[in-house]
């Protein structure tokens, strides 16, 4: 897999606590958007770990297409 699946085409918004995530970059993990361990069954991908200090409101890409990642920048318009 080269390019990964594009899980939907609009953000994941959510209201996360503070602590250490880790986004699905391969777009084949069934907890959208987060990481399931689904890209070790063939793809070059892994998840990209980040850590919010303070409880926040984010949109969390799910077209796998974000220049931001893990957050939307609105590349699902285009994909």
Do not use: N
């Amino acid at each position: 897999m080269k390019e990964p699946v594009i899980a939907a085409k609009q953000p994941a918004v959510l209201e996360l606590a503070a602590g250490r995530y880790y986004w699905c970059r391969c777009g084949a993990s069934k907890t959208q958007p987060f990481c399931d361990g689904a890209h070790k069954q063939g793809t070059d991908f892994t998840p990209l770990a980040f850590t919010l200090d303070q409880p926040k409101r984010v949109a969390l890409c799910q077209c796998k297409h974000t220049a931001a990642a893990p957050f939307c920048d609105g590349a699902h318009k285009k994909v």
